[in-house]
Structure formats: structure tokens, C-alpha cells
């Protein structure tokens, strides 16, 4: 067993080529870095060959392509050897429906509603379940001889079909037999227009699970408090929570679970939630916080530059066409996606809201006038401009802080709206928030269809969409993070973290994930051009020319060298599989439903020229070493304030040294442990991140109730470049932490050649710690300071 809360984690991904037992081998590696608690990407079941594990076929069995029950406890024996503990990612939202592997899934196939195990998936069956796994029409693959009955069973393209009912001879005229089955067989293409069951997003192999039945939810969560109780595990990260019917519920339901097999050991609990920037995580629901991607926006956030959102948004319009303004990109994309992607899931959800307003005109004949055409065109019309992933009232009653949320839709909304029909985005509002008429039933199953549409349409839109179109900065563009927000100030940063100190002070801090488009370093090194906007316009101007005539869109082509800059050193297979999933998820020029693969071919053409042009290589291993000052600084700033402000660090496997990964599958790439043992074992370069990251864990180690429970106190910068320092304490009894980084001082940087610019930059700069001390002293060979010192208490 480990104290709680955790003091620091360690994010492994699991794969066959990476199981169990690997990770035993680095245990004492990551003891010696300072880490308390291993990370575990799901552990249970998956496809075969899954290179994440969160397409799951048995949430009740421990993967044996990763070592099975056995090598789970051996790697946990390891871990608990060393005093140290686990946290294991969990998948309550969905399971992987793919290749027939899914037991739970081929029951209902086989049985249709009236099966076992059809309570399990979230399906509407007044129709045969949509099983949208054929390349063309049933009718087409049957001529072709791609279907076929074969002893008794359907083979599909040379491989095991789907199961037939048990109850309908397995003969005769094959089309009757398979539309005589519970399920109906159709073209790929059929699934966002025709889909009968909830996936997850836009993902026909990854099919949702009704967790909000308690029958259910005990089932797929028993192997989870077995390991709790066991004492195997420590806590539980939750995937994708804002996918449920009821995340409050569930939150508190896994909550009051974990505590009552506990007792006086409490399960460290985060939740995967993306938060808009003004939303805060509820603290009723039983949580530590959530999995970390606000704070990874708010430390990217305060690295940028303000002065540089002008003249960086000009030059992207200048050389792309397109808005500088996020909020436009993403409006676009939303209307574009609810209209293709997500239409079979808008039809549901307005034949749930015309149905319960059916049921309100008995009482309100002013709904008989309400027509599904109307309530279609103002569901839309939210959902354009939803300002959060989702609401979390549960038909009768909404949480007060759904108001605001639901007042801001409506109000933007209003601009969408025809003549006439504010009311009737009105009336939707008035049920979201748990207020409008009608059979409560039914508000409950309209609302649970707005809210199960709405994060799906926020995820793939905006993140999946939006975020691959804008390229004002890539370095503001990432999961969770809001591009219209280009920079944050450092005392919006300060109050950012006084809020978690209060609120939840032991939520995981994350800089890099399985799910970050850009690792930490490639961030922290574009995060630099907002300082020198100039500098930059300048350089890549020459590089435009240069890719000019090579038939890819400027957009694309000064996207691309944003990434080229912020990952170099970097090979062609890597940027040009990027480049090619950029390319698909923007949906602009290819896309995965259609790929245009003459305009990719190009697009992977300029890549190889760009390789192979010496000139244009000299130029930018120039420019990166030009900028090398502010991105070491600004890399130093992520990893002191991710181990020094409140919560639980976490370390994405491998970025405790450069992360220089792209989007996945490049972050998923195996790890050289040894290289990073051994440079932890001589490293001792205060400017070597490493270096810095394991210092500041062994403080952790050493001091874990300053970090657990200590105050977080900002400190004042007075002075020419105060703009320029962020300054706080940590303090807990006797013991005191000061810590103060160098931010947004990329073109001293430069012009000094070295991270810490000269005592002539500074001034009398001063920081009032205990007593004000001179920031040019505290910086003189390093951009950051970390002082251990006893509390003036």
C-alpha cells in the first residue's frame, strides 16, 4: 500500500511490444527518478494487437497480450518492492465491437434484444441493430462473392462474419438469411446517417456502454475493485467520462464503491475531462481532479507571448486565406461536421425532444405548434455554439452550474435562429436545465440525447477538425485547450493555480499524453516565435518561396513548416505519416472518408524535397539553434512548474527528456530507458531537463507534505522585466519552497545567445521573497530558481 495522494506519476502505454513485464525491467529506473506511482494505460482485454488498449473486448479479464493476471501482479510486486504504487486507466464509455473478438457483443448479435447481454450497449431497437462493416451494399457484396455461407456460418472477405441467430436455420437464399437476423448489414458509408447505437464519436469499431445501469456498471467495474481491494492498485484514471449518460452519477457511484472496499485507504480518482476555459470541474463528484489537460493549457498558455497574437494572426491570414480568429474556424466546423458526421445521432436526438414535446402540449398547447423541423433547427443551432463539452442535468434537475452554460448557448445562439424561433431554442434550454414540461421520462431521454451529441460534436469538430485548420500558432492548438485564448498572464496563471490549491489539490498535472497533438518540448520551442513574431515572418517567408509551385495549398505548406521547426531534427516517414493524418482530420483537401491521395502524394513529395534540399536544412537546424535559448527556457519552465505548483506531476514515458513526438501514433513510439538511466545516473547540467525534473522529485520525495498540502503563495516581481518572471512559494509548516521562472523573453534570449540574458537586460528587476533579491543574480546561470529554505512562520 502507498500514502495518498500520489506524489508523482509515470504514464506507461502497454502494448504486445511493450507488456507487463517490460515495464517491471524500468521499475527501479523510475524509483530513482523519483516517481511514486506507475500510470497504466487499460490493462484489460483489447482488440488484438491494440496499440493503446482503450478499443476493449473483456473489462472483467487482465490482458494476456500483455502478461495476463500473472504479469500484472509481478510488475505490481516490482512497484510495491520499491514502496511504490499503481493507477490504471479505465474505459466505462465504450468497448471495442471489432473483428468478432467481443464475447458481450457477439451475444447480442447473436441474440438480438432479448439477449443477455444487449443491456450493455446504449441501442435503440425499434430497428435490426446497423452493423456498418461492408465495403459497398449488401447487394453488391453478395454478387461479388464476398459473402458467403459456409458450413454453417457467414464468411466476410475470407474471415469469420458476424454470428447468426441460433433460432433461423442457417440455409437457404443467403440475402433472406441475413436480413432475417437481429442485425442488418450495411456499407460502411451508412454509419453517420443510419446508426442505431451509440459509438464513440465517429468510431463504428468502438460501440457505448450503458454504465448508468447499476447492473452493468457493477460488471464491467468488478475486476477494478477486486485489484482495489487486493490492494493491486491505488486509484483509477476514467476515460472519456463526459461520454456517460450521468458523469456526476458515476463519479459518485465509483467514489462511494472504492471507499466502501477502502475504508480508511481513499482510491486516488481523475477523470479525462476537457474543461473551456472558464469551466470548473464540480466538487461534489467525489474526484481528486481531473487527468490534466487544463493544466497543460494553462503552462503552454503562460509561455506565449501576448504582443505576438497580432502580427502572427495577420501573417496567417496573409498566407492561408483563412480567419485568424479560432472562434470562426471552429463554428464552421461544427455546422459542417453535425450535418455529416453526426446526423443519424442529430435524428435521434430530435425525435426524442419532438416526442417529449408532444407529451408537454397536453398541458402547454402552445407545443402542438412545435414541429421537428423547428426543434431540429435550434438542437442545431446550440450545438454550433456550445460553449462547453456537455450539461450534466439529468432531465429533472440540472446542477446550478449548468445556468450559465445554458444561458451563454442561448444568448449565441440567437444569432443563428430564424425569424421566430428563439422560442424554440428557448424551450430546449428550459429542458436542459431540468425546467420544461412534459413526462419526465421523456425529458430525461431528450436531454441524455443533447448531452451524448454534444461532447462527441466538441471533441470532433473543434480538437479532431478545428485545430488541424488553424495555424496562427501550433503551440496553442492541443487537446483541451482553447486557440482563442492565445496567452495567459502570469497573474492569471497565479490564480489558476490558487484555484486548484482550493479546489482540488491533488489533480494530476500533465505536460504530455497519449492524446497531445505536439509533445511538450515542440510546444515549448513554438511557443518561442511569439516572442520574435518578426524574426519568424522573416524566415519562413523565404521557406514559402522556396515550396511555392509544388501544388499544396499555403496553408498546408506553412502548417507543415510549423512542425518541421517545432520537431527538428526530424525524418520524412515521421512527418510525412503527420502530415498525411493532418492532411485527412482537417477534411479540407483529404479526408479519412475520401482521401485524396494525388493531393497527399504531393504533399509527401515536398516533404522529400525539403529533405534532401541542403539549403533549406542548413537554414532551419540554423534557426532552431537561433531559438534554442527560449525553447530551453521555456522547456525548464514546463517541467519546474509541472513538479513545483499544486497537484500530482505526471510524466508521459520517455519526456523526461526531449519530447520532440507529434500526434499519435508518434507519441506512442518505444522509449530508449536505458539512454535515460544512464543520464540520470551522470546528468548533472542545471540547464538538462532531466536533470531538473529528477531534483525537483527528489524534493518531492523528501518534503511530500509541501508539495501534498502546502500553500501556494504568489510572490511580487517589481521592476523593467517583472512581466517577464513568474514568482511563488510553497509553504508548510517549517518548511518553504521558493520557485521563480523566466517566461516570454524570447528575443533577449536570442539576442544574448544564452537562456539567461545579462545583468544589463534585467535592471533592478527584484523578487520579494523572504527579502527582495535580485532577479539578475537568481537567473544568472539558469532561467529558473529553486531555493529550499525555512518558513519566516
Not at 483489447?46 to 473486448?57: E, K, L, M, R, T
Not at 500484472?72 to 465491437?97: E, K, Q, T
Not at 443477455?116 to 453488391?140: H, T, V
Not at 530507458?673 to 522529485?697: M, N, T
Request: overall charge negative; aromatic content about 8%; charged content about 25%.
Amino acid at each position: 500500500m502507498t500514502d495518498f495522494p500520489p506524489r508523482a506519476t509515470y504514464r506507461l502505454q502497454f502494448n504486445r511490444d511493450f507488456p507487463f513485464s517490460a515495464a517491471e525491467a524500468i521499475v527501479p529506473y523510475l524509483d530513482r527518478l523519483g516517481i511514486s506511482h506507475v500510470y497504466a494505460s487499460p490493462i484489460t482485454a483489447a482488440v488484438s494487437g491494440s496499440p493503446h488498449g482503450y478499443d476493449v473486448i473483456d473489462p472483467t479479464v487482465i490482458n494476456p497480450e500483455l502478461g495476463g493476471e500473472a504479469g500484472f501482479r509481478s510488475l505490481v510486486d516490482a512497484v510495491r518492492a520499491r514502496g511504490m504504487g499503481m493507477v490504471i486507466d479505465i474505459v466505462p464509455n465504450h468497448m471495442g465491437v471489432a473483428g468478432g473478438e467481443n464475447g458481450y457483443w457477439n451475444d447480442v448479435l447473436r441474440h438480438g434484444a432479448g439477449g443477455r447481454y444487449a443491456r450493455w450497449f446504449d441501442i435503440d431497437w425499434d430497428k435490426p441493430l446497423l452493423l456498418p462493416i461492408l465495403g459497398a451494399s449488401l447487394g453488391e457484396v453478395i454478387a461479388a462473392g464476398d459473402l458467403e455461407l459456409v458450413d454453417g456460418a457467414l464468411r466476410l472477405y475470407g474471415a469469420d462474419g458476424p454470428p447468426l441467430r441460433p433460432d433461423v436455420p442457417a440455409q437457404g437464399d443467403l440475402r433472406a438469411l441475413v436480413e432475417a437476423q437481429h442485425y442488418r448489414l450495411a456499407s460502411w458509408r451508412t454509419a453517420n446517417d443510419q446508426l442505431n447505437w451509440r459509438r464513440f464519436f465517429t468510431i463504428n469499431e468502438l460501440a457505448g456502454v450503458r454504465v448508468e445501469d447499476p447492473e452493468v456498471f457493477e460488471a464491467t467495474h468488478a475486476l477494478y475493485f477486486s485489484l482495489f481491494e487486493q490492494g493491486l492498485i491505488d486509484g483509477v484514471r476514467v476515460d472519456h467520462i463526459d461520454g456517460l449518460a450521468d458523469p456526476a452519477g458515476y463519479a459518485r457511484a465509483l467514489r462511494t464503491r472504492f471507499d466502501a472496499i477502502g475504508g480508511t485507504r481513499r482510491a486516488y480518482i481523475v477523470v479525462e475531462k476537457i474543461l473551456a476555459e472558464h469551466e470548473r470541474l464540480a466538487r461534489d463528484w467525489g474526484l481528486d481532479g481531473t487527468s490534466g489537460y487544463d493544466f497543460m493549457r494553462e503552462v503552454t498558455g503562460v509561455l506565449h507571448a501576448s504582443e505576438g497574437e497580432i502580427p502572427l494572426g495577420e501573417l496567417w491570414e496573409d498566407i492561408s486565406g483563412r480567419p485568424s480568429d479560432f472562434a470562426d474556424e471552429a463554428l464552421t466546423a461544427r455546422q459542417q461536421l453535425l450535418s455529416w458526421q453526426f446526423a443519424g445521432q442529430t435524428d435521434r436526438c430530435v425525435a426524442a425532444f419532438a416526442a417529449l414535446a408532444a407529451s408537454a402540449s397536453a398541458s402547454h398547447p402552445a407545443f402542438e405548434a412545435v414541429t421537428p423541423a423547428m426543434l431540429r433547427r435550434a438542437i442545431e443551432r446550440l450545438l454550433w455554439v456550445f460553449p462547453v463539452y456537455r450539461s450534466y442535468g439529468v432531465g429533472n434537475h440540472g446542477p446550478s452550474s449548468d445556468g450559465a452554460v445554458l444561458d451563454r448557448a442561448l444568448a449565441d445562439s440567437t444569432d443563428f435562429c430564424p425569424p421566430g424561433e428563439t422560442e424554440i431554442a428557448r424551450h430546449i434550454v428550459e429542458w436542459l436545465a431540468g425546467r420544461g414540461p412534459g413526462d419526465a421520462t421523456l425529458a430525461a431521454e431528450a436531454v441524455r440525447r443533447f448531452q451524448q451529441l454534444s461532447a462527441p460534436i466538441a471533441a470532433k469538430a473543434v480538437e479532431d477538425t478545428a485545430f488541424y485548420r488553424h495555424g496562427v500558432l501550433l503551440s496553442t492548438n492541443d487537446v483541451g485547450f482553447a486557440p482563442e485564448r492565445f496567452a495567459l498572464d502570469i497573474g492569471q496563471f497565479h490564480a489558476a493555480m490558487a484555484a486548484r490549491a482550493r479546489d482540488f489539490p491533488h489533480a494530476m498535472l500533465a505536460t504530455a499524453t497519449h492524446d497531445h497533438k505536439r509533445g511538450e518540448d515542440v510546444r515549448a520551442r513554438l511557443a518561442a516565435l511569439s516572442g520574435v513574431p518578426d524574426i519568424w515572418a522573416e524566415r519562413v517567408a523565404g521557406w514559402m518561396a522556396r515550396t511555392e509551385g509544388r501544388g499544396v495549398d499555403p496553408a498546408d505548406r506553412y502548417i507543415l513548416l510549423q512542425t518541421m521547426f517545432g520537431a527538428w531534427p526530424i525524418d520524412a516517414d515521421r512527418i510525412k505519416a503527420w502530415q498525411t493524418k493532418a492532411l485527412r482530420e482537417a477534411k479540407l483537401r483529404s479526408s479519412w472518408e475520401a482521401p485524396d491521395e494525388a493531393y497527399e502524394a504531393r504533399a509527401a513529395e515536398l516533404v522529400d524535397r525539403l529533405l534532401a534540399d541542403g539549403t533549406f536544412t542548413a537554414e532551419m537546424e540554423a534557426f532552431v539553434r537561433r531559438l534554442a535559448p527560449a525553447a530551453t527556457a521555456n522547456s525548464l519552465a514546463v517541467a519546474l512548474l509541472r513538479n513545483t505548483v499544486p497537484g500530482v506531476p505526471d510524466c508521459y514515458q520517455g519526456a523526461e527528456l526531449g519530447d520532440w513526438s507529434l500526434v499519435d501514433p508518434d507519441n506512442r513510439r518505444p522509449v530508449d530507458y536505458a539512454a535515460r538511466a544512464a543520464l540520470l545516473e551522470r546528468d548533472g547540467d542545471p540547464l538538462s531537463k532531466p536533470h531538473l525534473i529528477a531534483r525537483l522529485l527528489g524534493l518531492r520525495r523528501q518534503s511530500p507534505a509541501l508539495f501534498s498540502h502546502g500553500a501556494y503563495l504568489p510572490v511580487t516581481v517589481s521592476g523593467p522585466r517583472a512581466g517577464e518572471v513568474l514568482a511563488f512559494t510553497r509553504t508548510q509548516g517549517a518548511e518553504r519552497l521558493e520557485c521563480a521562472v523566466l517566461l516570454k523573453a524570447a528575443s533577449a534570449q536570442i539576442g544574448a545567445g544564452q537562456a539567461s540574458p545579462g545583468a544589463d537586460w534585467w535592471g533592478e528587476t527584484m523578487i520579494d521573497f523572504a527579502e527582495p533579491v535580485s532577479a539578475a543574480e537568481l537567473f544568472a546561470t539558469a532561467p529558473y530558481h529553486i531555493n529550499v529554505a525555512a518558513s519566516a512562520t
